[in-house]
């Protein structure tokens, strides 16, 4: 039979309640949730600011990834280019009787000559200098590479993270203009129970509805096509992008002649072409040297136990071995080195006939996209929008027609249409002008 005092310590054992986990664990749960992302939390749109997703681009692009590998490669062309070669080690035992020895009765210790030997190629001048300068300006040609690879995805990306601003502005409008076309809808219904519109009129004015819900339809296609373009340069695994951003005009690039100076100074497309043209240069020089093989120089060693016959107990050798270039004098490695330093000299010259016109055609494309803007804003937008309200008073209260008013939406809708796409073409055209001028690269 139990105490008090037992029944007492037994309820308070009872009551007491569990002891909490440590308040560190609790940390490392809440550090792993946010370490893994989104993904973590179950998250399927993610917000990206073009800022972000350049740099998103820049960190895990898989094609810049591979670029840096190029570059790494070729500094290993650079390591091996500087190498000597390796000197060639030799060792050789002999003298073995067959039959009959002379003086006779003597063993197989007794006429054995054993040698090692030593030899070593010797590269003659000119040739290690060359291999060295074609390996570091083909790791210099492919650091541009990768430089230009990464202008150029740049700008995709760019053109892409602005079409779906594009898209999602369009859908964002077209729901709103159905939204009011819905309410205009209802205004009517009232209108034709009260006898001011017929029933035909009534049944044209919602079948003009569905025109409305179509471009809906259309604008979010749009949107997941834009989203699924955009996604696999960001290397972002989500189900939607919400981009953070709006579409604005953008600032006016400089003079022409000016950016045609920076794209020539900044270009990496035409670094990586002259460091090319250098890099086969190079290689014609090398190629020109190797006509005269390299020398190999030997010392040996010589330890003679047939000592009885009048060899020399230890002997010590020199040796030197050319090959003759009679045949073989490097011929075609010549001709096809002196090919490849006349086409590395034309893409040279190709690319700087064609960068300044590149910019040149960038900058008109980029000034008539925004002329076409400005027309938009400071007139059609203004006028479409005026005309369209006018219309729908006007229609309410019976003093134009149907068509007229219908006439009125379409033309509004198409003018909020045409005026998303050019504030489209006059971004893309302006990030061309940065593409084509190289603006973000360091010359």
Known sequence: MMTRSARR????????????????????????VLALGPAARGEDTVRLTLDEALAELRRQNPELLAGALHVRAAHGDVVTAGLLPNPTLSAGVGNFPLGRTNPSGIG?????????????????????????????????????????????????????FVALLEASERLRLARENLEHYRETVRVSEARAREGDISRAELDKIALEQRGFEREVADAESDRREAVAALLPL??????????????????????????VSEALARRPDLEAAERAREAAEAALRLARAERWPNPTLGVQYTHSEFQVSGDLADQVGTSVSVPLPVFNRNQGEIERAEAEALIARREVEKLRLAIPQEVRSAVASYRIARERVERFEGAFLRQAGEARHAAEVSFREGAVSLLEFLEAERTWVQTEREHLAGLRDVNTAAFDVTR????????
């Open 108 to 160: 197989v210790g007794d006429t054995v000559v054993s040698q090692v030997g030593l030899e070593e190629e010797i590269l003659l001048p000119g040739k290690r200098g060359a291999r060295l300068a074609a390996a570091r300006r083909r790791e210099a040609a492919a650091a541009a590479e990768r430089a230009d690879l990464e202008r150029r995805l740049a700008f995709e990306l760019r053109a892409r």
């Open 9 to 32: 310590r037994s309820r308070e054992g009872r009551a007491r309640p569990p002891e909490r986990r440590p308040v560190r664990r609790r940390w490392r749960v809440l550090a792993l």
């Open 436 to 443: 084509a001028a190289a603006l973000e690269v360091s010359p």
């Open 234 to 259: 960001v290397g972002v695994d989500a189900a939607d992008v919400q981009p953070v951003g709006e579409l604005a005009l953008p600032p006016t690039p400089a003079g022409v002649e000016q950016l």
